[in-house]
């Protein structure tokens, strides 16, 4: 049953640093700026892709995974990925998140005709922009596709090492779980592993626990992207304790996405109990009508979570985090003093 929230603790809630290492880029595009975008570059976006109130229009996970596929279409140059990183940091350091971590898929850039090197010039533009205006701090994580598979990753991963940037800090996989083994995708993760890239990968989210083992069998992982799914394999669960495994946990999306159908399913205080290091985030949040502020306030709400509890989370997080330890000491610093 879910606990009132009195208002001193709201405050509290508000006012606390927080740290975002689950994010897509292109789902991070509002259907207004999406509308903006599409005006400016001249495209008329699918008009399926909204719901009569305007926001996106999907119903599960393979209608979510195209309608973010239109999305990413009303993007044409280095300049609109820069506009979308700026509204997104501007909206997260409005709930005081000080550090975020965002997924961006080259693919998706390429779709656009939008080259690599473009793309990064501008998500690092907005990027400075953002920490200039808010003082937040905005890190880069590309990421391969998984249903279009292990050569398309290649060609991603290989861009990346050829083409390094010091705010790219690490290499991912977002896309369908059903699509390829992991297994399929090690030499992928092992060039970025090589070329000094930690890596996390999209497990156990819609498929089971399986799928976590042979992510944190097969591939060179510190991280997993939701692992929600562990929850129902004891052994697996110790495997994640032992080889410090951080499951960065997006309540919002696996709710929207009916993964789990109430907060009283889902398992993140069962993982926080065990001892795994969980981070809260928003995932793609103008589809799962959610933020990194409002995933913090609905767990302290719906998991009866303290304000230690929720400071322990941003800590977790950043001590997770890709980030350079210089900048990732400070950070953590600006937690423990708050
Ligand atoms: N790409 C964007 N959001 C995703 C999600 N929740 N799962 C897998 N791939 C994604
Ligand atoms: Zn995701």
Redesign the pocket.
């Known amino acids: 049953m879910a606990k009132f929230v009195n208002y001193k603790m709201q405050s509290r809630i508000n006012k606390l640093p927080k740290i975002e290492l689950h994010s897509?880029l292109?789902?991070t595009i509002k259907p207004e700026l999406a509308h903006q975008l599409a005006k400016r570059n001249a495209i008329s976006l699918d008009y399926c892709l909204f719901d009569d109130n305007g926001g996106y229009a999907w119903s599960n996970?393979a209608s979510?995974?195209s309608a973010?596929d239109s999305v990413s279409s009303c993007l044409r140059k280095g300049e609109d990925y820069r506009d979308i990183t700026y509204n997104y940091l501007k909206d997260c350091a409005g709930e005081n998140v000080i550090y975020a971590e965002t997924?961006i898929s080259p693919d998706h850039a390429a779709e656009c005709g939008i080259s690599y090197g473009d793309m990064i010039k501008g998500i690092a533009q907005g990027i400075d922009d953002a920490e200039n205006d808010f003082e937040i701090i905005g890190r880069i994580i590309v990421t391969c596709?998984?249903h279009l598979g292990p050569a398309q990753g290649l060609n991603v991963v290989q861009t990346m090492v050829n083409n390094p940037h010091p705010y790219v800090v690490g290499f991912g996989m977002?896309?369908?779980?059903n699509a390829f083994t992991l297994e399929e995708f090690a030499p992928i993760f092992n060039v970025a592993e090589k070329a000094g890239y930690p890596c996390t990968v999209?497990a156990g989210?819609?498929c089971g626990p399986e799928n976590v083992w042979d992510a944190i069998n097969y591939l060179p992982v510190s991280r997993i992207?939701?692992g929600v799914q562990s929850i129902f394999d004891e052994k697996l669960l110790t495997a994640i304790v032992n080889r410090n495994i951080h499951l960065e946990i997006?309540p919002g999306?696996n709710l929207a996405?009916g993964i789990f159908h109430d907060w009283v399913d889902h398992p993140l205080p069962r993982l926080i109990s065990r001892g795994i290091s969980v981070s809260l985030n928003s995932?793609?949040p103008p589809?799962f009508h959610t933020t990194v502020g409002q995933e913090y306030h609905d767990s302290a709400k719906n998991f009866e979570l303290g304000d230690e509890v929720l400071k322990s989370i941003s800590l977790m997080a950043m001590e997770a985090s890709f980030v350079d330890t210089k900048t990732k000491s400070k950070l953590v610093n600006k937690i423990k003093n708050f």
């Not at 977002?174 to 779980?177: A, M, R, T």
């Open positions: 897509h292109e789902g996970f979510f995974l973010y997924f596709v998984r977002g896309g369908d779980e999209h989210e819609i992207g939701h997006c999306s996405l995932d793609d589809f």
